[in-house]
């Protein structure tokens, strides 16, 4: 069964860096985009990054772009994601999530949509 | 950037149709995705394509798209059912995901 594992959440002082990771399996992982999406406490949910099956596409969230990195190792079938000069606001629960594409009609997808998600570490910026 | 609105609230009664909203510019022309999340777990994907169920996903709950306006429904709540319901697009503009921000189910 599909099962994406996410670590590497902790308390983490302002301006300072932390790494996250997605450890995947059940699944063939070089066959799917993948994204990291946030829940600030009591808040609805916020994209954050994706990065495309082979790693040659990423996107980010304008609250994050510039300081966060999304890369991925498919010989691991790991997803990571590298947050540099941290804000109050970053903190969240970050999920991992696998992406599929829906298409209405024609050879390329329509939109894109989460089929699963991890169950998310949190990570609490604060000094 | 794209904006989709969600109401904040929705409460119903046990047994009684719900329905969730999700407002945005031109909405219908594209797809759809809705996602429930239950307190202190991850969200489960409920609908997507706009009217399409995953596995696993009960018949009670169905999607419309058109227009400005998308809408999960579910045809008969249950207590199980309470939850927050986020609506989801992609913006192929910009290659962002949008979520809209959120529809708190209680039920009665």
């Known amino acids: 069964q599909v099962q994406l594992v996410e670590s590497g959440g902790g308390v983490v002082q302002p301006g300072r860096s932390l790494r996250l990771s997605c450890a995947a399996s059940?699944?063939?992982?070089?066959?799917?985009?993948l994204h990291w999406v946030r829940q600030a406490p009591g808040r609805g949910l916020e994209w954050v990054a994706l990065?495309?099956?082979?790693?040659?596409?990423?996107y980010y969230a304008d609250s994050v772009k510039g300081r966060f990195t999304i890369s991925r190792d498919n010989s691991k079938t790991s997803l990571y994601v590298q947050m540099n000069s941290l804000r109050a606001e970053d903190t969240a629960v970050y999920y991992c999530?696998?992406?599929?594409?829906?298409?209405?009609?024609?050879?390329?997808?329509?939109?894109?949509?989460?089929?699963?998600w991890g169950q998310g570490t949190l990570v609490t910026v604060s000094s | 950037s794209y904006v989709l609105t969600q109401p904040p609230s929705v409460s119903v009664a046990p047994g009684q149709p719900a329905s969730f909203a999700c407002g945005g510019n031109?909405?219908?022309?594209?797809?759809v995705h809705w996602y429930q999340q239950k307190s202190g777990q991850a969200p489960v994907l409920v609908v997507y394509?706009?009217?399409l169920r995953p596995s696993g996903i009960p018949e009670r709950f169905s999607g419309s798209n058109s227009g400005n306006t998308a809408t999960l429904t579910i045809s008969r709540v249950e207590a199980g059912d309470e939850a927050d319901y986020y609506c989801?697009?992609?913006?192929?503009?910009?290659?962002?995901?949008?979520f809209g921000g959120g529809t708190k189910l209680t039920v009665l």
């Open positions: 059940g699944f063939t992982f070089s066959n799917y985009g």
């Open positions: 990065i495309s099956f082979d790693g040659s596409n990423t």
């Open positions: 999530a696998r992406e599929l594409g829906y298409y209405a009609s024609g050879s390329s997808p329509q939109s894109y949509f989460f089929d699963y």
């Open positions: 031109n909405i219908g022309r594209g797809g």
């Open positions: 394509g706009n009217n």
């Open positions: 989801q697009v992609w913006d192929r503009s910009i290659d962002h995901v949008v």
